[in-house]
């Protein structure tokens, strides 16, 4: 459990050194409790003071990287259970599993179809995150061959090592052990030969139980042989494993400060149909895994998954927001209709949806509004007739049409006047107030 | 340390709602505890998936769904019995879209023959949706409240601003009402506290929080429908206890992602599956919020949703 700050500060020197760089040692220790500072800034604390507030102000979860480099991805750190109670912190990586057996050709296709994955939606950069390569050959030099072969040809994606046998395990990491491959096959029966080659390489390891009792035991038992970066396999098979496991495991680290359980989790979503797969791989990402693991990377697949993802993981205190920028639907012309509206992502993404679905050849200026909807930004101050005014006459927008009308939103139809005064030359129309009424307004507009 | 399965119980409980008759009478909600966590508490009834039809061919649905209906839709009745003969539905929700008075304006008598068609030729559970125009729906659904009478169904969406007459109509008939209203649990909780009001039994509510497309709001869907379940099981608010609905097919279909081609947009892979993919992966992640019952198109997302579904329970 977190200490409060006068708990920590019984702790602490009491001296009021200052060498921390705060004016009190009681000042220090609110600090601490906030999270806000780390307890090496006292030079003058024991050691055992160290190790009790190391160990009471450690995360709930237990946050390291998997991978290495700037595509390196950051796991655990979570805070609740409820994405509406605070941001996930750290978005689920989503991995491919290939099998050492499939042949050079099929890996060489799949790392390179990794290492090329990336795309980019509404700003931000998705990609699959991780490959595991499984050893099902039973071949150690087969093996490490595989996961040279990947690590050569995706030389930034990060590696799960996915094999029962320790012997295997460690050629293969030390094939690759600057990339910090996460060495995923350790159960109870090799957990002291795994925990030595994940230390010795400094590799975070996946601990796999059947079920979390077995699984507490397990990470226990790691821990005690030193290795820390500990990732958890439930065992989870079905959907419902995936959904009971992680809720358990989630709420045990943060309501009942369970230290065994406060890691990272792993799951696989593999299945033979690849639509069920996306399916299953969603259950995961929407239910707590860190790393979701999947058979195939169709790129109508991932798509879908990275979407999801980025929907899951997006702050519920912060708007998405789509860039100011005027957008052309269906290769308009110098005659097509020209509207407005704000920059909150759900608003361009049904008004500009409506304009699609219209196949009205249209252009859609969409104003900076810091991520607020029309109504909003307009009671903020934010959309208003000076405004909308400036941006336009900016924007350079006169010189690609032959009119010079622009539709605003009607739930500001009170600008229409003082925009008309403002914008010279200007025709304002009003347009609906409801974006599902813009097919039938700009078909009505254009016949 | 030994491990303690983290239990939570809670106070309240989602009511369950049945719709249909005889022996295809669908039952859903019921559970005490949040989506799928039958280790702390009853999760009685699954989610439940209609096949969304319409009063006239769907000519605004992409290709992708729109070919797997085009040899019956042009036939509300015939795409009705293909969808519950041949698909094997669990339920139907007839979408009369056609009354929309942008579209064609149908009056709300002859919709009124089409649910009574509708109705003669099928014996599973059937939802009546309005075209989601307040004025029209308000005299469309009454229509279709009285053809349907004494069958049990769901009718919707009554709105803040239409539901006095449908509700009434819902009573008078003895149907089970959508209540929706637009991405806002306090609007939800009004507009249920409005209704029962009215005198209409909270028990045959269904809440509509209204839905999103995966990438196009999802977020915010899924937040208002968990924060929906919360308030009814945690603080035991019983204006928010009816099942939550998720019309998720009409939402999907005509977003960009189900309609480019993959000629326009290389990185999105394959149109067919894509526009599969992304309508299960939205009902998907409804489902893990609260969503009770599924509106839905392809037959092929439907059958992945209900594998995903068989894996949850």
């Known amino acids: 459990m977190a200490l409060t700050g006068i708990q920590i500060f019984k702790l602490l020197p009491k001296t009021n050194c200052k060498k921390c760089g705060f004016p009190t040692c009681l000042a220090f220790a609110m600090k601490l409790a906030a999270g806000g500072v780390e307890i090496s800034a006292c030079p003058d604390v024991s050691d055992e003071t160290k190790a009790t507030l190391g160990e009471a102000s450690a995360p709930p979860i237990r946050s390291f990287a998997l991978g290495t480099g700037d595509k390196a991805v950051k796991m655990g750190a979570e805070n609740v259970m409820f994405r509406h109670d605070k941001k996930f912190v750290n978005p689920c990586a989503i991995a491919v599993n290939i099998k050492d057996d499939a042949g050079d050709d099929a890996i060489s296709a799949m790392a390179e179809a990794v290492a090329n994955s990336e795309i980019d939606r509404v700003g931000q950069k998705l990609r699959v995150d991780a490959i595991s390569i499984e050893c099902v050959s039973g071949d150690s030099a087969k093996y490490e061959a595989a996961v040279k072969l990947v690590a050569e040809k995706a030389p930034e994606t990060a590696l799960i090592l996915n094999c029962k046998d320790a012997g295997t395990i460690e050629a293969a990491v030390k094939a690759v052990a600057d990339r910090k491959p996460l060495i995923n096959g350790t159960t109870d029966g090799n957990a002291e030969a795994m925990a030595d080659i994940a230390k010795a390489n400094g590799c975070p390891i996946v601990a796999s139980a059947n079920g979390l009792d077995a699984l507490s035991a397990l990470t226990e038992k790691i821990k005690g042989f030193g290795v820390e970066d500990i990732v958890l396999d439930s065992g989870a098979r079905t959907a419902k494993d995936i959904v009971e496991h992680n809720t358990q495991a989630r709420r045990a680290a943060l309501k009942k400060s369970f230290k065994p359980l406060g890691y990272p989790v792993i799951n696989s979503a593999i299945r033979d149909d690849a639509i069920l797969e996306a399916s299953i791989a969603s259950v995961a990402i929407a239910k707590y895994a860190s790393i979701v693991v999947i058979s195939s990377i169709e790129k109508w697949k991932t798509l879908a998954l990275f979407t999801q993802r980025q929907n899951i993981y997006t702050d519920p205190q912060v708007p998405m927001q789509v860039e100011q920028n005027i957008y052309e639907m269906a290769e308009p012309t110098a005659d097509s209709p020209f509207m407005i509206t704000t920059n909150f992502s759900l608003t361009y993404f049904i008004v500009s949806g409506e304009v699609e679905n219209s196949k009205v050849p249209s252009r859609l200026a969409v104003m900076d509004c810091e991520g607020l909807s029309v109504l909003t930004a307009w009671a903020a101050g934010k959309f208003t007739a000076t405004k909308i005014a400036q941006y336009i006459k900016e924007s350079g927008i006169e010189d690609k049409l032959s009119h010079k009308e622009l539709i605003l939103p009607g739930q500001v139809a009170i600008l229409s006047g003082a925009l008309e005064d403002k914008l010279e030359g200007w025709t304002i129309t009003v347009g609906p107030r409801e974006a599902n009424a813009i097919p039938t307004f700009l078909k009505s507009k254009v016949s | ?313």
């Open chain 2, 1 to 313: 340390m030994s491990f303690v399965v983290p239990k939570e119980t809670f106070s309240g409980k989602v009511l369950a709602v049945d719709f249909g008759k005889d022996d295809k009478k669908i039952t859903i909600g019921g559970e005490n505890t949040l989506p799928f966590l039958s280790f702390e508490g009853e999760c009685p009834n699954k989610p439940a998936i209609a096949y969304e039809i319409q009063d006239c061919p769907p000519d605004d649905w992409p290709e992708t769904v729109l070919n797997v209906y085009k040899d019956v839709s042009s036939d509300t009745v015939t795409w009705a019995k293909y969808c519950q003969d041949e698909l094997k539905a669990d339920a139907i929700a007839l979408r009369l879209i056609s009354t929309h008075p942008d579209r064609d304006d149908r009056s709300a008598e002859d919709t009124a023959q089409t649910v009574k068609d509708v109705l003669a030729a099928i014996n599973v559970p059937l939802i009546i949706l309005g075209s989601n125009h307040i004025e029209k729906d308000a005299n469309v659904l009454v229509a279709a409240a009285e053809a349907s009478s004494g069958n049990n169904c769901i009718i919707g969406k009554a709105q803040e601003g239409n539901y006095k007459t449908i509700v009434a109509a819902a009573l008078a008939h003895n149907h089970k009402l959508i209540a929706m209203s637009e991405l806002d649990i306090n609007l939800a909780k009004q507009l249920n506290i409005l209704i029962t009001q009215m005198g209409f039994d909270k028990t045959k509510l269904i809440t509509d929080p209204m839905c999103a497309a995966l990438g196009y709001g999802l977020e915010y869907t899924y937040s208002v429908m968990e924060r929906i379940r919360l308030a009814g099981l945690a603080q035991n608010d019983q204006t928010m206890q009816p099942p939550i609905l998720g019309d998720v097919g009409m939402y999907v279909w005509k977003i960009k992602e189900t309609i480019a081609p993959e000629a326009d947009v290389p990185d999105w892979g394959s149109i067919e599956e894509r526009g599969i993919a992304w309508e299960t992966v939205t009902a998907t992640s409804m489902i893990l919020a609260g969503t009770n019952l599924l509106i839905m198109r392809h037959p092929k997302a439907v059958e992945n949703v209900k594998k995903t579904i068989d894996e949850l329970i």
